[in-house]
């Protein structure tokens, strides 16, 4: 596929004009960033891996009735997604006190809450993402009592599906981060659909036995073999081969066939109808 403009670069993600009309090509980058990018670093292959288990982890929820924004896989390191306007409210969905939880209110990290817990956070990074409230979110119009509901909604079930997915692998997830758009049909109607990603740059995910980080948190802890939880994830999901790291260095030969079997996948699909669940008029 032609390279298109480029949109916008964030901290781990690049977005590309699409090829087809209400596009977006979303390229994954090796770069890893913490503490609101004030820490940074290159971790080889991360970027491979996150497109994977997105692109996977998307397609599963999609197929259960959630409405997301990824169409299909273009190669190793991006993929085609619906072009919405994102809500500036990322959803926090605990499971486990582990994090700023644990640190805002003093609860041991690994204590498992009573009941999944739902957080809200302004994205605004000049303001460090700000925990807010719902009263917030509406007040300043950043989303709408409609469209704050839908989220939740979808919200605990993603966390029901996504649960149970990791458990059977015998991998607990911890907490997780996610990101929803807008999309306005042909005539006018507003559907609210699951943007961004899912990988262990947004989820939290420990093995269930050692309780080993297996996510970002290796990488913001200076845990060593920064890549290993990326890896062990794709491994769990039958994504990649055991052996597309050498040395601690990825395969490139390897994900480059693994990208050809995306693209034979891909030129058997068309933008898909979006299943968008209930509409409202804008």
């Given at each position: ?11 781990a ?37 996150n ?5 996977h982890?998307?397609t599963?929820?999609?197929?259960m ?29 605990r ?16 204590t ?49 599906y ?94 480059d ?26």
């Amino acid at each position: 596929m032609a390279r298109k403009k480029k949109l916008y670069e964030g901290k781990a993600k690049i977005l590309f004009d699409g090829p087809e009309p209400g596009t977006v090509i979303q390229h994954f980058k090796d770069d890893a960033t913490a503490l609101n990018g004030k820490k940074h670093a290159i971790i080889a292959g991360k970027g491979v891996l996150n497109n994977r288990i997105s692109a996977h982890l998307m397609t599963k929820l999609e197929a259960m009735g959630i409405p997301t924004h990824f169409v299909r896989s273009i190669n190793a390191r991006e993929q085609l997604v619906r072009a919405v306007d994102i809500i500036p409210i990322e959803l926090v969905v605990r499971n486990v006190a582990a994090g700023s939880l644990s640190k805002r209110l003093g609860i041991k990290e690994g204590t498992q809450l009573g009941r999944p817990l739902i957080e809200y956070y302004y994205k605004n990074d000049e303001l460090n993402d700000p925990m807010v409230s719902d009263d917030h979110i509406t007040t300043f119009g950043w989303a709408d009592t409609y469209e704050l509901e839908e989220m939740i909604s979808m919200a605990w079930r993603i966390n029901d599906y996504l649960n149970g997915l990791f458990a059977g692998l015998g991998v607990i997830l911890v907490d997780f981060k996610l990101e929803f758009g807008r999309l306005w049909g042909e005539h006018g109607e507003l559907y609210i659909i699951l943007a961004d990603e899912i990988s262990p740059d947004n989820c939290r995910l420990w093995d269930e036995k050692t309780k080993e980080k297996m996510d970002k948190d290796r990488f913001r802890l200076d845990l060593d073999d920064q890549v290993k939880g990326y890896h062990y994830i794709a491994e769990r999901l039958g994504l990649v081969p055991q052996d597309i790291f050498e040395g601690g260095n990825l395969n490139e030969n390897m994900a480059d066939k693994l990208a050809l079997i995306e693209n034979e996948f891909s030129k058997k699909r068309r933008l898909r109808e979006l299943n968008p669940g209930k509409p409202r008029k804008a």
